[in-house]
Each structure stands twice: as structure tokens, then as C-alpha cells.
């Protein structure tokens, strides 16, 4: 019975935009070699008439002209009526098109916005103040400690700089006494001597004559 009757599914799908459009411009396309064809026609009516003088045989030809050019006329009409068709159903299928993308689109942000509330859900503001507490917390005991172990014991927490500069003054003044005592350590003469020492007085050494020969 299927094969005598066939079936629903055996029925050809119902064209598309797309296919029309195909279709459309095909038949656009065999329009203009026509017209194109008409042309070349009217082209050789218009020599033949410019070569003849006035009669029943350029009547003739005026007249295949005429019908030639009517023809033309109304295939031209239908390339414009086929060429708007075409341009409404573009603009159909570019509607479409957009609307589509429109609608995906729109999917993706329900699915994020879904996703979106299902994370956040999971997160708790209270538990994070408290760990944003926690770690200033932290952070200030480790800058006691800090303080804590750069502290030094030995140095008063008050210096004041008038008792610097008198010590400083101090130690430039003992160093120069010891320099002194030094110097005056040298020049001592020392204990196992009975006398001090006399000194010499140098004599200057005289020229000697130098004997010229004659």
C-alpha cells in the first residue's frame, strides 16, 4: 500500500528562502540573455532600415522592429519585477538571519545569568568579611611582633644630641692629648743614659785647589 499511495515522509520538502532566491535568479539570469538576444535582433532591424528607402519592404522590417522591441519591453518589466522580488526575500532571509542570532544570543544569557545565580549562590558575604577581619588581624600581630623583636634594650628610647656632640668633643680631645704624650715619649732620653747626648757640630769640608798645567 505504501508503494501505491506513498507516505508522508516520502513528500519533498517545502523550498527554503534560500532556494527560492536560487530559483529566482536563475530565471533573472535567462531573462537577461533574451532581452540581450533582442538587442542583436533590433541591431540588425536598424541597419537593414538605414540601407532601404521608404516602401512596403522597410514597413516590413519597421514593423518585426516593433514587435521585437515590445517583446523586450516586456521582458525588461519582468527582470524588474523578478529583481524586487529578489531584493524583499534577502531582506526576509537578512531579518531572519539577525532574529536567529537574536534568539541564540538570547539563550547564552539566560544560561550564564542561570549559571551565574547558581555560583554566587554558593558564596557566603558574612564568611568573607570575616576572613577580610582575620587577615587584618594577622597583619597587625605580625607588625607587633615585628616591633617586638627589632627592639633594641641596651639604647635609651630618648637621645638627646647636646650629650652626642660633648662626647664627641671629648674623644677628638683625648686623641689629641695621647698624640702629644707620644711625641714627647720620643724625644725623652732614656734612663740608662748618664749624660745627655752633646751635639756635633758639622764642619764644612774645604775646596780643594785644582793645579791648572800650563
Known amino acids: 500500500m505504501n508503494r501505491i499511495f506513498g507516505t508522508s515522509s516520502s513528500r519533498k520538502p517545502k523550498p527554503t528562502l534560500q532556494d527560492a532566491i536560487a530559483s529566482t535568479d536563475a530565471r533573472m539570469s535567462s531573462i ?10 533590433l541591431a540588425r532591424y536598424k541597419e537593414q532600415m ?18 521585437t522591441l515590445k517583446q523586450k519591453r516586456m521582458y525588461e ?14 531582506s ?11 534568539m541564540a544570543t538570547l539563550d547564552a544569557m539566560q544560561i550564564a545569568n542561570k549559571e551565574m545565580r547558581k555560583q554566587y549562590g554558593k558564596i557566603d558575604i558574612d564568611k568573607i568579611e570575616n576572613i577580610h577581619y582575620e587577615m587584618e588581624d594577622m597583619l597587625e600581630q605580625a607588625n607587633e ?20 656632640e660633648a662626647e664627641l668633643d671629648a ?11 707620644y711625641l ?27 793645579k791648572s798645567t800650563s
Do not use: C, H, W
Not at 532601404?52 to 516593433?66: F, H, S, T, V
Not at 732614656?190 to 747626648?197: I, K, L, M, S
Open 32 to 41: 537577461e540573455v533574451k532581452i540581450r538576444k533582442l538587442d542583436g535582433e
Open 184 to 210: 714627647a715619649d720620643l724625644n725623652k732620653v732614656p734612663d740608662f743614659v748618664d749624660e745627655p747626648p752633646v751635639a756635633v757640630e758639622e764642619t764644612p769640608a774645604t775646596p780643594t785647589a785644582i
Open 50 to 67: 538605414s540601407k532601404l528607402r521608404n516602401g512596403p519592404g522597410k514597413n516590413a522590417i519597421q514593423q518585426r522592429a516593433l514587435r
Open 77 to 90: 518589466a519582468q527582470l524588474a519585477q523578478l529583481s524586487q522580488q529578489t531584493f524583499n526575500m534577502e
Open 171 to 181: 674623644l677628638a680631645l683625648e686623641e689629641e692629648e695621647e698624640g702629644t704624650s
Open 145 to 164: 611582633i615585628q616591633e617586638s623583636i627589632g627592639r633594641s634594650y641596651a639604647v635609651p628610647d630618648e637621645i638627646d644630641e647636646a650629650d652626642l
Open 92 to 102: 526576509a532571509a537578512l531579518t531572519t538571519d539577525n532574529l536567529r542570532n537574536t
